[in-house]
């Protein structure tokens, strides 16, 4: 029996225009971003329908953007959206846990911001960075992250077999990428990134945002979740929120997640917001699998 596992886009997704298409010919779609725009206080969907890229860049304007996008598809499809499992890479992970009812649209939006201003601020208290280093083995670009003692560097995000994203301080990551060259990556490339991501520098935000889940409802999922910092099928309420903190100072297991869905049956995966960045990664992953966008 074949089985669909809906995934969920992180950050980076984002582009001007985004649902605005929905806004435009569903009522329900435009009933919750008017919803969202009261909860937040500000129109997010003026940035999102005609704003400037600068503007939809921002932390703090990008996850809930790329948010209300993928779980307001997931709510519009209605009845046609029957996951047998959800995961979301990073920010992706909150709209997985709306998409399988173990957050309400509201309380997700929330802490989707709350989140959101707290890695901004962490971000902005410290001068921090990411790369992307192509073309070497995971457990290489460990051992090297692992060799640097000048400022902070850690893998950040398992995107797919020789795709690892390095997080940490500006003088750690300049000098793991120096390391990863001269090693045989073909690329390790800093972003254009804000803040040191999936790293021990986002602690500060990882006390806020903590706060925030455990003054949160919670319900039992229709359907696993596939969290990053597991990789693993999780129901437990309580597993899941603990999971949901620790994400923001842990690795984003991505490969692992998909070899995992895919060990466990899944052989459709649908991605369901901006972009089709995961349905690349996917087919990187497992070359079988069968993706479309919802």
């Known amino acids: 029996m074949t089985k669909t596992a809906y995934v969920f886009p992180g950050q980076g997704a984002q582009f001007v225009g985004m649902g605005k298409d929905l806004y435009e010919n569903s009522p329900l779609a435009k009933d919750l971003f008017e919803k969202a725009n009261e909860?937040?206080?500000y129109r997010i969907t003026d940035i999102m329908f005609s704003g400037t890229d600068e503007e939809l860049k921002q932390t703090k304007v990008t996850q809930p953007a790329i948010f209300l996008h993928s779980v307001i598809k997931a709510l519009v499809a209605g009845e046609s959206f029957k996951p047998d499992m959800v995961a979301g890479h990073s920010l992706g992970e909150f709209s997985a846990l709306v998409a399988n009812r173990t957050l309400n649209f509201e309380d997700g939006l929330r802490l989707v911001f709350a989140r959101a201003m707290a890695m901004q601020e962490a971000c902005e208290a410290e001068p921090s960075t990411m790369a992307a280093v192509l073309g070497l083995d995971d457990n290489k670009v460990e051992e090297i992250c692992a060799s640097v003692t000048e400022g902070v560097v850690v893998p950040?995000?398992?995107?797919?077999?020789?795709?690892l994203v390095i997080s940490g301080s500006i003088t750690g990551v300049n000098k793991a990428c120096e390391l990863l060259k001269a090693a045989g990556a073909k690329r390790a490339l800093v972003l254009p990134v804000g803040g040191a991501f999936h790293s021990p520098l986002m602690e500060p935000a990882r006390v806020k945002l903590e706060q925030a889940i455990l003054n949160t409802q919670f319900n039992t999922p229709i359907c696993p979740v596939y969290q990053n910092v597991t990789a693993s099928a999780v129901s437990d309420v309580d597993s899941i929120k603990q999971n949901l903190v620790s994400q923001l100072t842990a690795s984003v297991k991505w490969t692992q997640s998909v070899q995992a869905m895919v060990a466990?049956?899944?052989?459709?995966?649908?991605?369901?917001?901006?972009?089709?960045?995961?349905?690349?990664?996917?087919?990187k992953i497992h070359k079988e699998a069968e993706t479309a966008a919802l």
């Open 264 to 283: 466990d049956g899944a052989t459709h995966f649908i991605e369901c917001g901006p972009g089709n960045v995961l349905q690349g990664l996917v087919k």
């Open 39 to 41: 909860i937040l206080g």
């Open 156 to 163: 950040a995000n398992y995107n797919c077999p020789g795709q």
